[in-house]
């Protein structure tokens, strides 16, 4: 692999590439957005999406995709909005790419790998997830992930890349139930902040995590997902991640919510994308589709777009029919 490229320089993208420059990889970061690109070359900082943290010279920004080369590895580290849009721009067809993407695409409902596989045709695919906070993985904090790919040899490769004293990579075959888990548990994510920004307590919180989890095994599960990956990184560990920890943006969305405040309030002080509150509609059509009962994302889905007030949603799910647990 000739060349390593993260494209995307939010807080997640940048705090990657910094950690695989860390390592001493030399490491081509695209930026989309002028202010930030500006502040990278000129200050050696990201201070819109990862303030604090100096940027070492074996990271260097670009903007134009003309200076890709053939031969690399391609981190995708994009909103899964826009990644469609993004992939069609590269000059040239990776043949190694790596998707740090949480979501599903809105209007298809397709995975990152289904949206890769139609815009690039076939390559060595992964999918990179698991509980990692960009700031504490440019901290140095100790973090956990998963890589998956049906193709093991490039799983191991990538594996390897990226692991050292701070980040250790665990390889997988399932890339669909790793890809389903990314985008459920930010869903799941906006609900646990509903919970916290309406001050109901711990009992209220771990009910909502573990029922979370029952509702993302039985859609991974229907998708062909495997069940050891809800129980896994991607899945348990990333949920307990983003359901409970300040860092969250999808947390902190449900938690305004909770407090009161409206979606188009909260998202116009937001920069940076909360990926589960469109990927939220997309896996409500997916689980319809397929006929699985997932009623927190329902809520969730009523509590962002159907101006549903958040603790009527609590008490509907709590009034819902009673049943046995398995």
Known sequence: MEGIYVIGAGSWGTAFAYHLARKGLSVNLWVREEDVFRQIKEEGENKVFLPGFKLPNN????????????GGIYFMAVPSRYARGILRKLPLRPQHLVSLTKGIEEDTLATMSHVVREELGKLDYAVLSGPSFAREVAQGSPTVVVVASE?????????????????RAYTSSDVVGVELCAAVKNVLAIAAGVVTGLGLGHNTLSALI??????????????????????????VGDLVLTATGALSRNRKVGYELGKGKTLREILGGMRMVAEGVTTSKAVLSLARRLGVEMPITEKVVEVLYEEKEPSRAIRELMLRSLKSEY
Do not use: H
Not at 59 to 70: Q, T
């Open 151 to 167: 193709n093991q040899n490039f799983a191991s490769e990538v594996q390897v890349l990226v692991s050292d004293e701070y980040l």
């Open 59 to 70: 990271l260097r920004p670009f903007r134009d995709f003309s200076e890709l080369k053939p």
């Open 210 to 235: 573990v029922r979370g989890i029952a509702e993302m095994r039985r859609f991974v599960m229907a998708m062909g997902g495997s069940s050891d990956t809800v129980s896994g990184i991607a899945g």
